[in-house]
């Protein structure tokens, strides 16, 4: 089946530095989309990035990644972290024809002043 | 932006007994979902739902699991009986359509099970 690993569990970045998020995924299907859901405290996970197309950058709210097929990653990256962008980060895809999302672990960020 | 509620947040009750979590969609969704969360592991799809049908579901999703939403009402998740390992973080999605859509998620029921 479908799987998505984030290698990091904490990543700790000094404000105003840059951060990337790794995850790397396998799938069996060739149809596929790819996102990105942040959760902050005690608050829902939400969306922050959605992408299907292979080599095209994605944005929103500052952070972007790009979906490399090539090596099976979708990286989360941002060039200036905030203070306010502490929160866990998950990947995840959906597959073929399917609605069920299948998620990484998470990557808590932690950003320090 | 849209939300999805989830009552109540936190659950704690005795193996063998029911227990029911309510999630309220949003308004004009069509497609809701159950995933799990036990702690420090991630989030698992268990089943999706459309128009009062189980659609897809897991491996997860035991004998035990139900899922309804009677007359668009709270779409619910009922375990009947509770094992100790249906402790978790349980959490509610809805989307407008099948698919890569959006997901969007309710902040999760924590279910014990003592």
């Known amino acids: 089946g479908d799987s998505v690993t984030q290698t990091e569990g904490l990543v700790t970045v000094t404000e105003g530095l840059p951060v990337m998020l790794n995850c790397t995924y396998q799938?069996?299907?060739?149809?596929?989309?790819f996102f990105w859901y942040v959760q902050y405290l005690n608050e829902a996970p939400k969306l922050l990035l959605r992408?299907?197309?292979?080599?095209k950058r994605t944005e929103h709210q500052g952070f972007h990644a790009t979906l490399h097929k090539s090596s099976s990653s979708f990286h989360l990256q941002k060039s200036s972290v905030q203070l306010s962008d502490s929160a866990l980060y998950y990947c995840a895809l959906i597959g073929g024809s399917n609605a069920k999302l299948t998620f990484g672990k998470g990557t808590k960020l932690s950003v320090k002043s | 932006g849209p939300k999805v509620l989830q009552i109540p947040s936190h659950q704690i009750i005795d193996m063998g007994q029911m227990v029911t979590l309510n999630c309220d969609p949003v308004?004009?969704?069509?497609?809701f979902y159950w995933y799990k969360q036990i702690l420090g592991q991630q989030m698992e799809f268990l089943v999706n739902f459309y128009n009062g049908k189980v659609m897809e579901k897991s491996k997860l999703f035991k004998d035990q699991f139900s899922v309804e939403r009677p007359d668009g009402s709270y779409f619910t998740l009922k375990i009947q009986p509770t094992a100790l390992e249906d402790s978790a973080v349980y959490f509610c999605?809805?989307?407008?359509?099948?698919?890569?859509?959006?997901?969007?998620f309710g902040p999760g029921t924590r279910l014990t099970v003592l």
């Open positions: 992408s299907s197309t292979d080599n």
């Open positions: 308004s004009n969704h069509l497609y």
């Open positions: 999605a809805s989307s407008r359509d099948w698919g890569s859509y959006e997901q969007y």
């Open positions: 799938t069996a299907y060739s149809d596929v989309a």
